[in-house]
């Protein structure tokens, strides 16, 4: 999946977003001046079911619903991985 060909310019905070839907679930992807690792030009991803976000297994930790300091290849492994929940 190209989620590249997703990204818009996002105002608050100041950069770039993908809205991806996968299954039940919306995967928000995002680099920012406030995202972890987005000063380094690293990515950081957050699962939405519904209006919430969620935990969910094997792709962000227990207790967290966020998950950063990505590269490029990490978000098409996650992609990839919740194509096959």
């Known amino acids: 999946m190209d989620w590249k060909s997703e990204l818009v310019d996002t105002d608050l905070p100041n950069g770039v977003q993908a809205?991806?839907?996968i299954g039940d679930y919306e995967l928000s992807?995002?680099?920012s001046d406030f995202s972890y690792g987005g000063d380094q030009g690293l990515w950081e991803i957050g699962v939405f079911n519904g209006a919430g976000m969620v935990e969910l297994p094997g792709i962000t930790v227990e207790?967290?619903?966020i998950?950063?300091?990505?590269?490029?290849?990490?978000?098409?492994d996650i992609i990839a991985k919740m194509q096959n929940l």
């Open 29 to 31: 992807i995002v680099k």
């Open 19 to 21: 809205i991806i839907p």
């Open 63 to 65: 207790g967290d619903t």
């Open 67 to 76: 998950k950063g300091y990505l590269t490029e290849d990490d978000i098409d």
